[in-house]
């Protein structure tokens, strides 16, 4: 059984998607009609723009639903028996499997990208990656802290992301740091997604994705929200509309995948994030 895997944020690179341009006619359709659709040349930002599309929370969403999505349209091969998207790439994940279009994925991406862009501009978030420590530990640490501070992305054995108020993710860090974290690193995104801190932006894509139908999945998607395999279409908004205060289940998510009869992992977005965490994931079983 095939799974195709769909990366969030961070994933993205200068330059990415001009070479799915000058190939494919079907791409550069696309990413035209991404311009028409934005109102403005995101392909310009993609193809060109280094520091915005490293910096900017609103175009670095849009630019990596572009490129995964336009790139499943392309193959001649696509046909998955089960796919998953790490946070943003949920959104990939389901518009490739026609959940819903293109354009209308393209749309919630880029009010989920402003709502979470504004939230970073008005609040002091931050997410960090913990190394080298059990989740229980992790997890512990940021339940008795006073601040606002939770796990938000499991990404593989020993690698945790925690978000939350600066002041409360610095003081866990520290404390973390002290009790045997290999390592830990502070994210370039002055943002807590998948937090509490989120939940402002929630109450507000909730409206708007209610607006918007949905089709029930052509194979199961492992949400971030639970890991479990989801088909229906009601389910599937309803979690997504939790997505944004939830912890990304990503090992969990793989490891169901798996026990489920997955047997190829496809890696369809920008970089290779996700192939290193299936890497980490897999020795660990």
Not at 46 to 73: C, G, H, R
Not at 95 to 122: H, P, T, W, Y
Not at 135 to 162: A, M, R, T, W
Request: aromatic content about 10%; overall charge positive.
């Amino acid at each position: 059984m095939k799974a195709y895997l769909f990366p969030g944020q961070g994933s993205q690179f200068p330059g990415m998607g001009k070479y799915l341009y000058k190939k494919s006619t079907l791409a550069k359709k696309l990413f035209r009609l991404a311009d028409e659709i934005l109102g403005f040349r995101m392909t310009s930002i993609m193809f060109n723009e280094t520091k915005i599309l490293s910096e900017n929370t609103e175009y670095i969403q849009l630019a990596i639903y572009i490129y995964s999505v336009i790139k499943t349209k392309i193959l001649n091969n696509f046909d998955p028996d089960m796919v998953a998207g790490h946070s943003l790439g949920e959104f990939s994940a389901l518009a490739s499997v026609d959940v819903f279009s293109f354009e209308k994925g393209l749309f919630m991406v880029n009010q989920r990208a402003k709502l979470m862009q504004k939230i970073c501009k008005s609040t002091e978030g931050e997410m960090a990656v913990i190394f080298g420590l059990k989740d229980e530990i992790v997890d512990f640490h940021c339940k008795i802290d006073k601040g606002i501070v939770v796990p938000s992305n499991y990404n593989c054995p020993g690698q945790l992301v925690i978000s939350g108020e600066r002041k409360a993710v610095r003081r866990v860090c520290k404390t973390l740091e002290n009790i045997g974290a290999k390592k830990i690193f502070i994210l370039p995104l002055h943002g807590a997604f998948h937090s509490p801190i989120m939940e402002p932006a929630k109450k507000k894509f909730k409206k708007i994705i209610d607006k918007i139908s949905f089709k029930d999945s052509k194979c199961p998607i492992y949400q971030n929200v639970n890991a479990q395999p989801v088909i229906k279409s009601l389910d599937i908004k309803n979690n997504l509309i939790k997505h944004f205060t939830y912890p990304v289940k990503w090992k969990q998510s793989i490891e169901n995948m798996i026990n489920n009869g997955a047997l190829s992992f496809i890696d369809i977005g920008p970089g290779n994030i996700l192939s290193g965490l299936m890497k980490k994931i897999l020795i660990k079983r």
